[in-house]
T-cell receptor
Framework: ETGVTQSPTHLIKTRGQQVTLRCSSQ?????VSWYQQALGQGPQFIFQ???????GRGNFPPRFSGLQFPNYSSELNVNALELDDSALYLC???????????FGPGTRLLVL | AQTVTQSQPEMSVQEAETVTLSCTYD???????LFWYKQPPSRQMILVIR??????QNATENRFSVNFQKAAKSFSLKISDSQLGDTAMYFC????????????FGAGTRLTVKP
């Protein structure tokens, strides 16, 4: 059974650019959630996708958007990057919406 | 507001001893789920233990157990026979059915196990 994978592992962008982060969910999981974890803090919920539709959203602006594909993999897109977007971005998958979430290793994004 | 509070930013314990990490939360919901996750320096978040609020029995998972006090909204994690590999950040989290599928995390407790 393959766990949750994320790509890339690290990324450096400049302010104003756009970025796409990718996540492959664990086999058999149809729900993917994305989190932003700033340095020294706990993760903050960005949004969740269930069967290709957004199923909940945290307090993040619309420039944070996402997609889920038929194979349940997912993308997080961030437009007009700001310095404060520098963080570890975590993806987590689960079998159902309220089941235990299993996390990927994260993507470290640095915005200069 | 639904919040999670971990009042111990850092803790340390000697190898083989027992340590308890504290967590309190605030919610008006009756049905919810509580979790402890471990994040070692490799940064991958690993599930330690899960507790359903409707279950009175405290969850246990090998050396890890919880003390769930629903009325007090307290959910502490006890690690017995601490091992060097337990060194990590520990996050308490909870999730409710009516909370936009948002899992709320505390700020974390950095645990160091000393040889």
């Amino acid at each position: 059974e393959t766990g949750v994978t994320q790509s890339p592992t690290h990324l450096i962008k400049t302010r104003g650019q756009q970025v796409t982060l990718r996540c492959s969910s664990q086999s058999g999981h149809n729900t993917v959630s994305w989190y932003q974890q700033a340095l020294g803090q706990g993760p903050q919920f960005i949004f969740q996708y269930y069967r290709e539709e957004e199923n909940g959203r945290g307090n993040f602006p619309p420039r944070f958007s996402g997609l889920q594909f038929p194979n349940y993999s997912s993308e997080l897109n961030v437009n007009a990057l700001e310095l404060d977007d520098s963080a570890l971005y975590l993806c987590a998958s689960s079998q159902k919406k309220l089941e235990t979430q299993y996390f990927g290793p994260g993507t470290r994004l640095l915005v200069l | 507001a639904q919040t999670v509070t971990q009042s111990q930013p850092e803790m340390s314990v000697q190898e083989a001893e027992t340590v308890t990490l504290s967590c309190t939360y605030d919610t008006s919901e009756n049905n919810y789920y509580l979790f402890w996750y471990k994040q070692p320096p490799s940064r991958q978040m690993i599930l330690v233990i899960r507790q359903e609020a409707y279950k009175q029995q405290n969850a246990t998972e090998n050396r890890f157990s919880v003390n769930f006090q629903k009325a007090a909204k307290s959910f502490s994690l006890k690690i017995s026979d601490s091992q060097l590999g337990d060194t990590a950040m520990y996050f308490c989290a909870f999730m409710t059915q009516n909370n936009n599928n948002d899992m709320r995390f505390g700020a974390g407790t950095r645990l160091t196990v000393k040889p």
